[in-house]
């Protein structure tokens, strides 16, 4: 079998399978690597050589003399910005200012989703004690995010220029994470509030990436993808 092109370190969080979908989108080989959490071994080395940060994902670009990228923002703009540049770019835009709004958006949820919702999951279902401060703070925090994004996509069907971009994709598996029983077991999707995000997320849903990546987390095992025969 070929090698595929790139290596990726995952965990069953949401932020590497954002990763996976952009890989899918792009049509790039790779193969995953679950890092083993319960003995710890993304705190330590060998992982550590590779991001000091002790996180997943971590993409190695075999292709490119094993270059390294973390961050799953990070990521995502280094394979959209390297594979799908130009006129034609799938997941990214031809227009100098779309590309500054879709990293906009991607900033958005690296700062504003991801760690919010984060703190939600873990206050909920990790942290020792039970802070209901904590965890109102970060379900109001949720229900802003989902209504920021709510307001923008009320009279639009993407993000940016109308088509879709690695910028909506973005969100998707943190938006998976609110189906948890512990997160509200998806009772947003029913909140009139955010009917638009819903509709959204129903329309990314659909893609063929989307639903592969939801396969490959599922079937819960490492294996090598997208490589062409
Ligand atoms: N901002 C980072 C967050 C990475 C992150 O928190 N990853 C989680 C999985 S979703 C993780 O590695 N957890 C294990 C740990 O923190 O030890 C990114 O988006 O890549």
Redesign the pocket.
Known sequence: MATPQFSIYI??????W?VIIILEELGLSYRTIT?D?KS?D??KAPYTALNP?????TLVDHSNNDFVV??????ILYLVEKYDAGADSKLAFAKFESNATAKQWLMFQ?SGQ??YF?QAAWFKNFHAETIPSAIERYDKEIDRVLGVLNDVLTDKEYLVENRVSYADLSFVTWLIVLDWPTMGGGAWKSDERFSAVRAWYERLSERDSVKAMKEIKAAGKDGVFGVKA
């Open positions: 965990h069953s969080g949401p932020n590497p954002k890092v959490t710890g993304q705190k940060n002790g996180r997943m994902p973390w961050e799953s923002g990070a990521i690296m991801g760690p984060g």
